[in-house]
């Protein structure tokens, strides 16, 4: 009896009824259904995360920035989340979103505190303080779900920080043009100096030689000074005998002129009666009946014998006014020479201070000159160094940069984010789907070969009885395990690339590996059902868990405990995702060559644990016609 005669047996038996076919198809189904579906639902969760509930609020009160304008990045943030769409956004009060993760209302939250904005923007006050971001997440809810909203409070970090480092980075640049433009002012005003400083130098010279001639002039006007008031010593007494005399002439004088206004008052008397004597006079010698033309020439002949004293009346009274005059300039004369005789001491007092105060002069322009003469050596390097200053500030002019404004707010964007990330992928899976389907196809495939043993008999009893050699026996039937395998793998590729949507780098190649990993699967399980009977389909549930454990199928292998290395070096699953993301992302390399190799291994190792199984069913035992367990 060959081989396919006896899987043929075998398959027809399970063929033989409606439900037995039926179960048949349901073993081809068993991996479309685990890993299919589960493909399916897990194919790019990403791009549904914004079915995702998240809340976020904000208490930020703002702040005012270096520039003195009221911002509230709180507010931005906030506004810039709900806009993005990435989550289900529900703006709330922090009491509210707190309830919801504890609720399972929503997946996280965050927050920003009131001091946001003010922590945020001190460090353009030079009073750096860091801002933070309340993050709130319940495992309890979904732990994938806190592990995303991580990622997000770091993006939002990130990117806040480079919008801030962004700003500071640009007024930090604009402060460089200030400072060129302040830098190209003074270095006009050092010009300037220089020019300025230049014409001090002439200028101080001139100054120098000035002192120079005030030192000499002073010391000419001490002595002249010192002279004058040697000169004046005895002017006080002088003038106070000068004062003396002429009050004694001021005093006489006003006795001539007392004297003479008697006389004129007595003058003046006799005219006065003269008139009334001549006025009575006219009277009697009309009363006396005189003619007139008489009486006119009687007063015509007094009036001439009277001329002389009208005469000397007019020289009297004018004589009188002159001396009156004269005691009065004598008397202002003395009152002058009274006030010259007081001022005199202060005069001379003045003199003699001036004189003390020209030997201080003639000291102090001494002292200037020799001033003048260090001012002139210090005008000088004042000169130099005003011309060293100007051709510095040129200098560094040149050196201090000064961006226009697309190269100031480049090279502020790129000192807040300097370094990016230029993604180069060999091979890319695409989705999270495709990037777990390694993994899903190989456990799907070995969950595969364990289900089909639940129908299928490992080794045909017929066969061993009429005597059929072991190994055929055990290709046999292994055959029918490795038909449906083949099947199960072809259902489970095409839902997988036409119904979930899964691109495939080489669909041969891959097809081709699926079907060597099936026939390894089920040749492993085939051996270890046909050597230990019932225990071997729990030594099948065993190796499927060290090998979910193991093989690396989520995370890199790397990152498993030491102890279980040895497991994914030996173990056969590791091979066959590694195979299947070679195959589905980027094409067949060299380093398939080596699963490919490992898997063949496998399954020539099954095939002949299963022939060594089918030599010792030869021989039936009482355990072997009446076992312990059975399945």
Do not use: C
């Amino acid at each position: 009896m060959n081989p396919v005669r006896i899987a043929a047996n075998e398959l027809r038996r399970l063929s033989s009824g409606t439900l037995p076919k039926l179960a048949m198809a349901a073993l081809v189904l068993v991996p479309l259904l685990y890993a299919s579906f589960y493909l399916y639902a897990n194919y790019d969760p990403y791009s549904r995360l914004d079915k995702l509930p998240a809340a976020v609020f904000t208490a930020d009160t703002g702040a005012k920035d270096s520039a003195g304008a009221e911002r509230n990045v709180g507010r931005e943030v906030t506004d810039e989340l709900v806009k993005s769409g990435t989550f289900q956004w529900h703006e709330v009060s922090q009491d509210e979103a707190a309830k919801g993760v504890r609720d399972d209302k929503y997946s996280f939250a965050i927050g920003i505190p009131r001091d946001f904005s003010t922590a945020l923007l001190s460090s353009g006050n030079f009073q750096p303080q860091q801002a933070t971001i309340t993050l709130t997440t319940n495992d309890a809810n979904n732990y994938l779900s806190g592990t995303i909203a991580k990622q997000v409070a770091e993006q939002v970090r990130k990117t806040i920080a480079e919008k801030v480092g962004s700003e500071a980075a640009d007024k930090f640049l604009v402060g460089f043009s200030t400072i060129y433009g302040k830098i190209q002012e003074a270095s006009t005003g050092a010009s300037q100096l220089a020019d300025g400083a230049g014409k001090l130098k002439t200028g101080q010279q001139q100054l120098a030689d000035g002192a120079s001639q005030l030192a000499s002039g002073s010391s000419q006007l001490a002595t002249g000074l010192g002279t004058l008031k040697s000169s004046t010593a005895q002017l006080p007494a002088q003038t106070q005998k000068l004062a003396d005399g002429a009050g004694k002439v001021a005093d006489g004088n006003q006795k001539v002129a007392d004297a003479a206004s008697l006389a004129a008052t007595a003058s003046g008397d006799i005219q006065t009666k003269l008139d009334g004597y001549r006025t009575q006079l006219a009277q009697d010698l009309r009363a006396a009946e005189v003619p007139e033309a008489k009486v006119q020439e009687i007063l015509s002949r007094l009036d001439t014998l009277r001329s002389p004293v009208d005469q000397a009346n007019t020289k009297i009274q004018g004589a009188n006014s002159q001396l009156i005059q004269l005691a009065s300039g004598a008397r202002q004369v003395s009152d002058g020479a009274h006030q010259l005789a007081s001022a005199t001491p202060q005069l001379t007092s003045g003199i003699a201070q001036a004189a003390d105060a020209s030997v201080q002069i003639r000291d102090g322009a001494a002292k200037l000159n020799d001033g003048e003469k260090t001012a002139v050596n210090g005008t000088n390097q004042l000169a130099d160094g005003a011309v060293q200053l100007r051709d510095g500030l040129a200098a560094g002019l040149k050196e201090i940069p000064n961006p226009d404004d697309p190269t100031r707010a480049a090279t502020a964007n790129t000192i807040a984010d300097p370094v990016a990330v230029n993604s180069s992928g060999v091979a890319s899976a695409g989705t999270y789907g495709a990037g777990l389907a390694p993994f899903f196809i190989s456990l799907a495939t070995w969950i595969g070969a364990f289900v089909l043993f639940l129908l299928l008999r490992p080794l045909s009893t017929r066969a061993l009885t009429a005597g059929a050699s072991p190994f055929k026996v055990a290709l046999g039937g292994w055959l029918s395990s490795a038909l449906l395998g083949i099947a199960q793998v072809i259902v489970l590729f095409g839902a997988m690339t036409w119904l979930v949507g899964i691109d495939v780098a080489h669909p041969l190649g891959a097809i081709g590996f699926a079907i060597l990993v099936s026939l390894t699967f089920t040749s492993v399980v085939h051996a270890l059902n046909a050597f230990f009977g019932a225990v071997g389909k729990f030594l099948g549930l065993v190796l499927l868990v060290l090998q979910l454990v193991s093989a690396g199928g989520t995370f890199p292998w790397q990152t498993i405990p030491d102890a279980l290395y040895p497991l994914h070096i030996v173990l056969p699953m590791g091979y066959a995702i590694d195979g299947f993301r070679h195959l589905l992302y980027s094409g067949a390399s060299m380093e398939i060559l080596g699963d490919i190799g490992v898997l063949v291994a496998y399954l020539v190792g099954g095939i002949l644990v299963s022939t060594l199984a089918a030599r010792k069913r030869r021989t039936w035992t009482v355990s072997a016609l009446k076992p312990e367990l059975a399945l």
